[in-house]
């Protein structure tokens, strides 16, 4: 195999991977956040700003949980909801690992000539998405 088609493979794999977290974080989450609640997401996010820090820092949802808390308290969440959502979403939401996962298998089949069918990358995209699911609250689990 050429190396150079390798380095090519995987810099669209890494440009990819950016454009799915930037399309996640700018256009899936701000719509949702404005169907569901008629609100101004970009508001919410410049609140966020202490977690988006201590998330980026750490790579870790188990170590932004103490930040999240605070905050939610600070916007008003009640106790109860802050209790029982945040553990649970800390654990549960690993998008980051649902994502990366099916752009590293991607990348793998390009690199061994093998062409994933349209059935398959489905199936890829459910069973990544359930796996992410089960990671750990470590830092990047999806390594």
């Known amino acids: 195999i050429d ?32 169907v569901f609640t008629r ?4 508001r919410l996010y410049k609140n ?4 988006f820090t201590v998330a980026f820092a750490t790579s870790s949802s188990a170590a932004t ?3 999240a808390m605070e905050l939610a308290a600070k916007v008003g969440v009640s106790e ?3 209790k029982l959502v945040l553990p649970v ?3 549960v939401n690993m998008d980051a690992g649902a994502v990366a ?8 089949a390009a690199s061994q000539g093998i062409t994933l069918s349209g059935g398959q990358l489905v199936i890829l ?16 689990p999806a390594l």
């Open 3 to 34: 190396i150079g088609v390798l380095c090519c493979l995987l810099a669209v794999s890494l440009i990819t991977a950016l454009l799915a977290y930037l399309a996640q974080l700018f256009v899936l989450y701000p719509t949702l956040y404005m």
């Open 101 to 108: 996962i099916p752009i590293g298998v991607c990348w793998i």
């Open 65 to 67: 949980l103490p930040v």
């Open 39 to 42: 609100r101004n997401p970009w």
């Open 89 to 91: 979403a800390a654990s």
């Open 80 to 82: 109860e909801v802050r």
């Open 125 to 140: 995209a459910v069973l990544s998405t359930i796996g992410a699911m089960g990671m750990n609250s470590v830092p990047n």
């Open 48 to 51: 966020m700003m202490p977690l």
